[in-house]
C-alpha cells in the first residue's frame, strides 16, 4: 500500500528567469479543481505566495510527455504524489 512502490520517476524542478504563462486549457482546469479564482488569481491551499510566485518560474523536464511542462501542470497532474527537495515524486504513468 506504500506510495513509494508506486513512484516511478523522481523528476528534478528546475526554474527558468520568466514567469510561464498559464494556458487556457490549463486555466479552465485550476477553475473547476478550485485552484484558481475567476480573476485568475491561483488558490493552492498552504502554499504562500512567495512560494507561488516561485512555482511559476519552474518547469519540469516531463518523462511522461516528454517535454517540459509548468510545476503548476505538473502539480494538478494525475502521476503527481508529492513534492520532496526539489523534486516531484511522479508516477509515470501514460497520460492521454
Ligand atoms: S507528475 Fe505529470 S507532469 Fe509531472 S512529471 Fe509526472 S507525468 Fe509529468
New binding site residues.
Given amino acids: 500500500m506504500s506510495d513509494e512502490l508506486e513512484r516511478k520517476?523522481e523528476?528534478e524542478i528546475q526554474t527558468s528567469e520568466d514567469k510561464q504563462k498559464i494556458s487556457k486549457e490549463l486555466k479552465a482546469e485550476l477553475q473547476d479543481s478550485g485552484m484558481m479564482d475567476e480573476k485568475g488569481k491561483l488558490k493552492l491551499k498552504g502554499v504562500s505566495p512567495k512560494m507561488l510566485k516561485r512555482m511559476k518560474q519552474e518547469y519540469?523536464d516531463?518523462?511522461?510527455?516528454k517535454e517540459n511542462?509548468q510545476f503548476i501542470?505538473?502539480f494538478v497532474?494525475p502521476?503527481?504524489q508529492s513534492r520532496v527537495m526539489g523534486k516531484?515524486f511522479?508516477k509515470?504513468d501514460p497520460?492521454k
Fill in positions: 520517476y523528476v519540469v516531463c518523462p511522461v510527455l511542462t501542470q505538473c497532474c502521476n503527481f516531484v511522479c509515470g497520460l
